[in-house]
């Protein structure tokens, strides 16, 4: 009786890490994103409307060729299709941002706004209904070996997703390249004193070109991770997911360390009122789910009301560089 209860514990804490880590991946991708343009001196609040472009060309992707493919390959080529769309959507954001100088907030609030209206647009005139389906055939039941160790194998290494494993490796080495390339430091540095780093011969204009086409590759991607494992349809939204990875990025600090641990405090919070009905401590306290449902918002807010009041945000954020004036 007792092994019973010890197994039926265990399997209740994989599931809790299995959904946790569902949802910690795609906010940590898209924050990392985030991450790139806001410390190249780009805001880029498009992340929700950019995560939706990704999600709708993955899907649609996997949707017409799911009869001639199936599994990892076409998990990851739909990985690279989306990654692309998103990095292409997210040029209008730069090109209205670095060449037009326009208003960054309203730059992104326009591209969140059309976004999903595209989406449903285009799938209702390609298929006649908004609705993109899809069969799951990416769901890995056991990985080899690692599966089979203690503990660790049923949490991590059962009835996972190879997005779970992509996404913390890019995240690794997003955070390399940030903090030890060159690249990284001219990127810092066009996000802190754009002045200086053009004084010393970095283009500034590429640089913040290439901070938001990286954010944009990586959202797009991020709508994509975020859909596949917990649904088999794109009905054109991301449930603000977009605006989470904000939420993170700032509680972040705009730091890929704190981004990481941030991204998982706000993906247990996700995992506590999606999946609470499974977890027996939380379904016996008879608790009404409109609460769970708005549990992650609440605690981003209060999250968010102290978490700024510290704000390290790159000085030259949301500032548009004329070199002209200079």
Not at 42 to 58: D, K, P, Q
Request: charged share 15%; glycine share 8%; net charge positive.
């Amino acid at each position: 009786m007792r092994q019973r209860k010890r197994r039926y514990s265990m399997d209740i804490l994989s599931f809790i890490v299995q959904q946790t880590m569902f949802f910690a991946i795609p906010l940590l991708i898209v924050a990392t994103g985030g991450m790139y343009s806001e410390r190249s001196g780009v805001i880029n609040i498009a992340l929700e409307g950019i995560m939706v472009i990704g999600a709708f060309c993955g899907i649609f992707f996997i949707n017409i060729f799911q009869k001639s493919m199936s599994g990892q390959g076409l998990l990851l080529l739909a990985i690279l299709i989306a990654g692309i769309s998103g990095g292409l959507f997210s040029l209008l954001h730069a090109f209205a941002a670095i060449n037009m100088k326009a208003d960054q907030t309203i730059s992104g609030t326009a591209l969140n706004m059309f976004a999903p209206a595209f989406v449903i647009f285009t799938a209702r005139m390609i298929q006649k209904i908004q609705q993109v389906q899809f069969t799951d055939t990416f769901r890995i039941d056991a990985v080899p070996v690692l599966s089979s160790i203690p503990v660790i194998g049923d949490m991590f290494f059962k009835k996972a997703y190879i997005t779970t494993y992509i996404g913390l490796l890019m995240f690794a080495f997003a955070a390399f390249v940030i903090k030890y390339t060159r690249f990284g430091l001219r990127l810092r540095a066009c996000g802190e004193h754009p002045g200086a780093a053009d004084s010393v011969g970095v283009n500034v204009y590429k640089i913040r070109y290439a901070g938001v086409v990286i954010s944009g590759v990586l959202a797009g991607i991020g709508g994509l991770v975020f859909v596949v494992p917990t649904s088999t349809n794109f009905n054109g939204t991301v449930a603000g997911y977009g605006f989470l990875a904000l939420a993170v990025l700032i509680f972040g600090q705009w730091r890929s360390n704190k981004i990481f641990f941030a991204a998982f405090f706000f993906a247990i919070m996700k995992t506590l009122a999606s999946a609470y009905s499974s977890i027996p401590v939380l379904k016996d306290l008879s608790i009404p789910s409109e609460f769970y449902k708005m549990f992650p918002y609440i605690v981003t807010l209060i999250v968010l009301m102290f978490s700024s009041k510290s704000s390290q945000a790159p000085k030259a954020e949301g500032i548009p560089y004329d070199k002209s004036s200079r």
